[in-house]
């Protein structure tokens, strides 16, 4: 089998590269701005004299915005943008232009003559393949131990500051057996799920299981024959897959960002199909490779000193998790025992994603419950509520949030349910039964109860854990 490498030596490879550009073989007859595209919109391309694989695109025909689709999973915007095209081939470059009068399109034919082995070179091709000597690829699996392995953020963050799958959290879905295997001989990618994949619910309908409403383990045969590239865009590095191929857990993406990778780990970000403000992220290993434990930082341990009064500032950084929270939202009543013009709203959203929700705030400590261990709160219920679908009830909750998405498998909660409605009421959450623990550093405040998907409108004020 030949190799890029090998391809390369058979050629005159160091001769320029030929670039052929075929005549605009697209056009939509849209309405254009005369005075800055005049006829329709056109661009010129040009080789770089160093690297003809390299090429230089130039807007000719106005318009105030520009934006480019370069042929090779890159795109941008801008008058003059430059693409790069390491394998020999044929690709599409489409040009769209935006005048006052509306947009006109055109699209070009680039020919790379030969494939630069050179671009091809680097350490994120080495790191993913382990280099083209290695004539089976190199395989990942999912590292299943670590905190994240799976997470989820939102598409305008930066990290999986929503959700982080714990140590084997997912071992019922059939993700950790799955291999994903990168060969640089032949672009070739396999996707090994030995007959089951882990779906997320919101595109498993792709694969076959409609109306999820859990992420869901389906029965799944993956294509063969697909293929990878990488792609350098903006700065970014990208793992494109064909035939709708993905990496263990499918959310309908089928391009990854490499937020980092090293001959044994790799840390991938991905989108949603269905769900455009979602960013997921996968934490790969090499197969065979063991990855050292964390080195956790122990959190001080140390008395709560905390209060809120949802007004003035406190000295709590609350957290909204799937619910609606205002500060110094009016009182609804400002009567005894809660006269303060200014309290926390707190709304349960509506639906099944919403059903944990709740308000939480993670401090830089860990609670010394032999000291300080009973929170108090003030509390309004409105009787509006449908207390037939939504619980009167209120939760205060200790969880350790080194336990990612199993904090919740070592809380310790302490719920009061009311049958007063339209008063404030001053509760107290006694935790002294738990003085002996040392582990918490997450303090959970949820209202209407949990595991439903009904809706329901909370006041609270006067937080106190001191």
Same mark, same amino acid.
């Given at each position: 089998?030949? &190799?890029?490498?090998?391809?390369?030596?058979?050629?005159?490879?160091?001769?320029?590269?030929?670039?052929?550009?075929?005549?605009?073989?697209?056009?939509?007859?849209?309405?254009?701005?005369?005075?800055?595209?005049?006829?329709?919109?056109?661009?010129?391309?040009?080789?770089?004299?160093?690297?003809?694989?390299?090429?230089?695109?130039?807007?000719?025909?106005?318009?105030?915005?520009?934006?480019?689709?370069?042929?090779?999973?890159?795109?941008?915007?801008?008058?003059?943008?430059?693409?790069?095209?390491?394998?020999?081939?044929?690709?599409?470059?489409?040009?769209?232009?935006?005048?006052?009068?509306?947009?006109?399109?055109?699209?070009?034919?680039?020919?790379?003559?030969?494939?630069?082995?050179?671009?091809?070179?680097?350490?994120?091709?080495?790191?993913?393949?382990?280099?083209?000597?290695?004539?089976?690829?190199?395989?990942?699996?999912?590292?299943?131990?670590?905190?994240?392995?799976?997470?989820?953020?939102?598409?305008?963050?930066?990290?999986?500051?929503?959700?982080?799958?714990?140590?084997?959290?997912?071992?019922?879905?059939?993700?950790?057996?799955?291999?994903?295997?990168?060969?640089?001989?032949?672009?070739?990618?396999?996707?090994?799920?030995?007959?089951?994949?882990?779906?997320?619910?919101?595109?498993?309908?792709?694969?076959?299981?409609?109306?999820?409403?859990?992420?869901?383990?389906?029965?799944?045969?993956?294509?063969?024959?697909?293929?990878?590239?990488?792609?350098?865009?903006?700065?970014?590095?990208?793992?494109?897959?064909?035939?709708?191929?993905?990496?263990?857990?499918?959310?309908?993406?089928?391009?990854?960002?490499?937020?980092?990778?090293?001959?044994?780990?790799?840390?991938?970000?991905?989108?949603?199909?269905?769900?455009?403000?979602?960013?997921?992220?996968?934490?790969?290993?090499?197969?065979?490779?063991?990855?050292?434990?964390?080195?956790?930082?122990?959190?001080?341990?140390?008395?709560?000193?905390?209060?809120?009064?949802?007004?003035?500032?406190?000295?709590?950084?609350?957290?909204?998790?799937?619910?609606?929270?205002?500060?110094?939202?009016?009182?609804?009543?400002?009567?005894?025992?809660?006269?303060?013009?200014?309290?926390?709203?707190?709304?349960?959203?509506?639906?099944?994603?919403?059903?944990?929700?709740?308000?939480?705030?993670?401090?830089?400590?860990?609670?010394?419950?032999?000291?300080?261990?009973?929170?108090?709160?003030?509390?309004?219920?409105?009787?509006?509520?449908?207390?037939?679908?939504?619980?009167?009830?209120?939760?205060?909750?200790?969880?350790?949030?080194?336990?990612?998405?199993?904090?919740?498998?070592?809380?310790?909660?302490?719920?009061?349910?009311?049958?007063?409605?339209?008063?404030?009421?001053?509760?107290?959450?006694?935790?002294? &039964?738990?003085?002996?623990?040392?582990?918490?550093?997450?303090?959970?405040?949820?209202?209407?109860?949990?595991?439903?998907?009904?809706?329901?409108?909370?006041?609270?004020?006067?937080?106190?854990?001191?």
């Amino acid at each position: 089998m030949k &190799t890029p490498y090998n391809c390369l030596k058979s050629w005159t490879c160091l001769l320029a590269g030929l670039i052929l550009m075929t005549a605009s073989c697209k056009r939509t007859d849209f309405p254009v701005d005369k005075n800055s595209v005049p006829g329709a919109a056109k661009f010129s391309a040009s080789p770089k004299a160093s690297n003809a694989n390299i090429i230089d695109f130039k807007n000719e025909s106005g318009g105030f915005k520009v934006i480019w689709d370069l042929g090779n999973g890159t795109s941008g915007e801008g008058n003059t943008i430059s693409g790069s095209y390491p394998e020999a081939g044929t690709y599409t470059v489409k040009l769209t232009v935006f005048t006052k009068e509306g947009f006109a399109s055109v699209t070009k034919q680039v020919v790379i003559a030969q494939t630069n082995t050179d671009m091809l070179r680097g350490p994120e091709y080495d790191a993913l393949t382990g280099t083209a000597a290695n004539v089976n690829g190199k395989t990942w699996v999912i590292e299943k131990g670590t905190v994240g392995h799976l997470g989820l953020g939102p598409i305008t963050g930066t990290t999986d500051e929503w959700f982080k799958a714990g140590p084997e959290e997912k071992k019922a879905f059939g993700i950790y057996d799955d291999e994903m295997t990168f060969n640089l001989n032949g672009w070739k990618y396999s996707y090994v799920n030995n007959g089951t994949t882990y779906a997320n619910k919101d595109n498993a309908k792709d694969l076959g299981a409609s109306g999820a409403t859990e992420d869901v383990m389906v029965n799944y045969t993956p294509p063969g024959n697909m293929t990878w590239k990488l792609v350098f865009s903006g700065g970014k590095k990208f793992i494109n897959l064909s035939d709708n191929g993905f990496i263990a857990y499918y959310t309908g993406s089928s391009q990854y960002e490499i937020l980092s990778i090293t001959d044994d780990q790799m840390y991938l970000r991905t989108t949603s199909k269905a769900v455009a403000d979602q960013a997921w992220y996968l934490r790969l290993s090499r197969k065979g490779f063991t990855p050292k434990p964390p080195v956790v930082v122990e959190k001080p341990l140390k008395a709560a000193n905390l209060s809120d009064d949802f007004d003035a500032a406190g000295n709590i950084t609350w957290l909204a998790e799937n619910i609606t929270y205002k500060k110094a939202y009016d009182n609804p009543a400002p009567l005894p025992v809660n006269t303060s013009a200014k309290v926390g709203f707190y709304a349960k959203k509506d639906g099944v994603d919403a059903q944990y929700g709740n308000l939480q705030a993670t401090l830089p400590y860990r609670l010394d419950l032999s000291t300080k261990n009973k929170v108090k709160m003030k509390v309004f219920l409105p009787s509006y509520n449908d207390f037939s679908k939504v619980n009167p009830k209120v939760v205060v909750k200790l969880q350790n949030s080194l336990l990612g998405g199993n904090a919740w498998t070592t809380q310790r909660e302490v719920a009061k349910v009311l049958n007063v409605f339209n008063s404030w009421i001053e509760l107290e959450f006694d935790f002294s &039964t738990f003085s002996a623990d040392t582990v918490y550093d997450r303090i959970v405040v949820q209202l209407g109860g949990e595991g439903h998907p009904n809706p329901g409108i909370f006041y609270i004020d006067d937080f106190e854990f001191k």
